[in-house]
């Protein structure tokens, strides 16, 4: 299990890789590039336990990061109680802040509204846009539920403004200026914050 690169540092933050799985098949993944992050090879033999987390973040003096943030490989909230249990333990004696960067469609993978769940656990909530519509977002992130992917991602950041005190609709900065402004105005109505990521490979 050490092997496996369950908790891993990145411009000196602490990121948690729970899961190889995803609800989308994105184009600009970086599951499907051969560099993965920054050399570090993410798969993942098999999910780690709750308990295998924590040891390796407890191994890593998560406490000395300002933030640890739940990200890749795969989508985090397709497991979402594993990820609230982990929370849980980390605020049980940390101020740590905690971010989960995520494809927006926890509530459609668990069935029902999980953002209630997040309340006082979860600092920020960085969802990822991607597309200023249904379809060029469904073109790119062909998602397993179709172009309802963008309408379960808008629903889900909405939900989750009202209880998380920073959520984030994000796009990379290589789509056009004038999608950039669509974008930040679609984050704008939902009520929530935007940011334009610069994109890696
Ligand atoms: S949502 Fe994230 S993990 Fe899932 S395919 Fe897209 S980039 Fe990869």
Not at 104 to 131: F, K
Request: charged fraction near 30%.
């Amino acid at each position: 299990m050490s092997s496996m690169n369950i908790v891993y540092t990145y411009g000196g933050k602490l990121y948690i890789n729970m899961t190889n799985r995803c609800t989308n098949k994105c184009k600009f993944c970086i599951r499907f590039t051969p560099s993965g992050v920054d050399g570090l090879d993410l798969w993942l033999d098999r999910e780690p336990t709750v308990d295998e987390v924590f040891d390796e973040l407890c191994r890593n003096d998560y406490k000395k990061y300002g933030e640890i943030i739940f990200c890749g490989y795969g989508e985090p909230l397709m497991r979402f109680d594993d990820v609230m249990e982990l929370c849980r333990k980390i605020r049980l004696d940390s101020d740590v802040k905690i971010r989960i960067n995520t494809n927006g469609h926890a509530n459609r993978i668990a069935g029902r509204d999980v953002t209630p769940d997040m309340q006082g656990l979860v600092d920020t909530i960085s969802i990822s846009l991607n597309a200023k519509n249904a379809k060029e977002y469904n073109d790119i992130c062909v998602s397993e539920y179709g172009e309802d992917g963008f309408y379960e991602m808008l629903d889900f950041a909405k939900k989750s403004a009202k209880y998380t005190p920073n959520v984030v609709l994000s796009v990379v900065d290589t789509i056009p200026e004038e999608d950039i402004e669509a974008c930040r105005r679609i984050a704008k109505d939902a009520g929530v914050q935007f940011r334009v990521r610069e994109y890696s490979e």
